[in-house]
């Protein structure tokens, strides 16, 4: 185990060492799925969340997209997340693509993208920049500090979890976006709307709005998606 338990990998990404943390499954083996931070950086929620996905068969990698640095403040996540460049970070993440499609551990040649908030925005930005490599995308309540580029490039199934009451990401904003994806694409997704605000899924509640009987619909859909696309 590294000294440091969330960053228990490292992984050549755009001429640099990024870094994040693996979770294997008990067969040792299976789909590759990256899994994408909240803007409050690899806290041991997205941690959770990676081993989770192992438990499940998958073998999981969060790649730590702030080098390091977590935040339990909502105004330091905020800087945080503007300070991050977009391109930059979706680079880190291509490394991580790389990465697995590359570790003896995983089957097949897609994996899929699962990410919240910031790394929710992030999984689509993934998914159009690296094309048929990824084969099933999930964002939850997903937002961006920048306009998304273009998703001509984008092919997975995608699968969307947002909430009604959500202001970051508010319905009409997530139905706008979904248009757009398949007029730029051809892909349409699958954007689902839960009775529940920003971060529903989050069980760490750092905004007092996690809300478990919504989190288990949102994480079964999400685990059936992944086997279904991934195998």
């Known amino acids: 185990m590294a000294e440091n338990p969330l960053q228990n990998v490292s992984f050549p990404s755009n001429g640099r060492t990024a870094h994040g943390y693996l979770a294997l499954p008990e067969s040792g083996s299976g789909p590759g799925v990256v899994v994408i931070q909240e803007w409050w950086g690899l806290t041991s929620h997205i941690a959770d969340v990676t081993n989770r996905l192992a438990a499940e068969g998958f073998v999981a990698l969060a790649p730590d997209l702030y080098g390091g640095t977590t935040t339990h403040d909502s105004d330091e996540a905020g800087r945080l997340m503007q300070e991050l460049p977009v391109e930059q970070a ?72 947002f909430g009604e009451d959500d202001e970051m990401a508010p319905p009409e904003a997530v139905e706008d976006l979904a248009e757009r994806i398949e007029k730029e694409s051809g892909v349409r997704p699958d954007f689902r709307l839960y009775p529940s605000d920003h971060a529903f899924f989050n069980d760490e509640n750092l905004l007092g709005t996690y809300d478990p009987e919504q989190a288990l619909k949102a994480w079964s859909a999400t685990r059936d998606f992944l086997r279904a696309n991934l195998g």
């Open 90 to 161: 979706a680079t880190d993440l291509g490394g991580a693509v790389d990465y697995l499609l590359a570790h003896e551990a995983v089957t097949g040649d897609k994996v899929g993208a699962v990410g919240f908030c910031m790394g929710g925005g992030f999984v689509l930005v993934l998914a159009a920049q690296q094309g048929d490599k990824i084969g099933a995308a999930v964002p939850f309540y997903g937002v961006l500090g920048e306009d998304y580029p273009s998703f001509e490039n984008l092919s997975a199934p995608l699968l969307g979890h």
